[in-house]
């Protein structure tokens, strides 16, 4: 359930945002509208407020917003001067280019939001480095602090996987490591070797290098916990659980979130002993929702926290969604060459798993989940394909150069192109998750 509310509402929460930026600029440019609708299909709760209808739809997966236009209606005079195919090329190259925008506003404010709270990240610190990875065999060793990939610095563990997953294609990528000693070592990581379906998030995991908390080493015992009663204490690694290794302590949260009233094995190790352990995770209210846990936290040792005053939060929220725009068109240009798998695509099942994990997190988590997705809406409807925002902008610039409108004959063709193309990446998406659903 937890799943379902945080998907249906993240997307109705962005679609809404992104709508909305259409609304607003269309609004402030004399243009009427007439619809403004969360979903598609029937209409489950609707009202009137002025001239437009504002209405929830059955289908939560979209949203648009219907102005007067004299292609579509038919209007009377006054109307037809507030009317979207009357107003001039850069009032129309406004309207459209508002709901990305409104995307990109609201992931700097998400992100702002959170650095202002304190964000809590892993220092990019080496736990461990596999014998013969390509890591070891480029100088990686236990205890080094990563500084820079490919010549950007790096301040966290988040940031060193994107930056690495950043230069898939690339046959040698430059790095920079501080020993423990405080000497510098320059080096080059061959990620040549690694396929275009392996840049995922285990990448890391393939390279031969994990964080501290990669060890799953325990922080705290909550009192008349599950773990408690189970024998774990502080200072104990979980190495695995039901026989799975498990990699990451995000693993070790799932394996207790999707395990309510089941009991797991746990082996963990206890200084140089391994021990086999039983623990049944319970249901426990966290932000008014019920989530299976253990009662356990990670310990903390390798985490710090990035906490900014407000406009320093705001500076990091454009930073970032500044970063995460440029890396999320540098993927979408890296599937279509082929030098990333499409694999990687995502649809709904995909995006709602996320947000069902995020949201089990805490606010802090899902509200970072709600910027990244709304980066990707806002870069997705940007791109040159007909039937998105980024069709209708290169109609109106040609508009605006040439003064001569697009023949509906022309764009009629071009919108069935762009449909197609946008079917068969929603039929990929639903491809790939169902995929990972039915074969992990």
Known sequence: MLTLLAFVFAISLLVFVHEYGHYWVARQCGVGVLTFSIGFGKPVFQWQRGETTWQIAMIPLGGYVRMLDENEQTLTASERQRAFNRQHPLKKIAIVFAGPLANFIFAVMAFALCYGAG????????????????AARSGFEVGDRVLSVANTAVESWDQLQLELLAQAGETLVPFVLQKQDGSIHHGQLPLGEL????????????V????????NVIGVVQENSPARQAGLRVGDEIVSINQQAVNTWQDVQRWAMTSPGRQLELTVKRGVEVLTLHATPVFEAINGQQVARLGI??????????????????QMGVMKTYQMSLMTLRMFGKMLTGVLSPKQVSGPIGIADYAGQSAAMGWMTYVQFLALISISL??????????????????????????????????E????IGLSLLLMLMALA??????RLLLG
């Open 119 to 134: 964000v809590p990240t892993l220092k990019p610190q080496i736990a461990s480095v596999q014998a013969q990875s390509m």
């Open 208 to 215: 031969g290098i994990s964080p501290f908390s990669s060890l």
């Open 297 to 314: 936290a990670q310990s903390q040792q390798q985490v710090m926290t990035i906490k900014l005053d407000p406009l320093a939060a705001i």
């Open 430 to 435: 639903l491809y790939n998750d169902t995929s």
């Open 195 to 206: 396929k275009s379906e392996q840049f995922d998030q285990q990448m890391l995991a393939r």
């Open 378 to 411: 806002g870069v997705l409807n940007l791109l040159p394909v007909p039937i998105l925002d980024g069709g209708h902008l290169l109609y109106h610039s040609y508009e605006l150069v040439t003064g001569r409108i697009v023949p509906d004959f022309v764009t």
């Open 413 to 416: 063709w071009l919108q069935k």
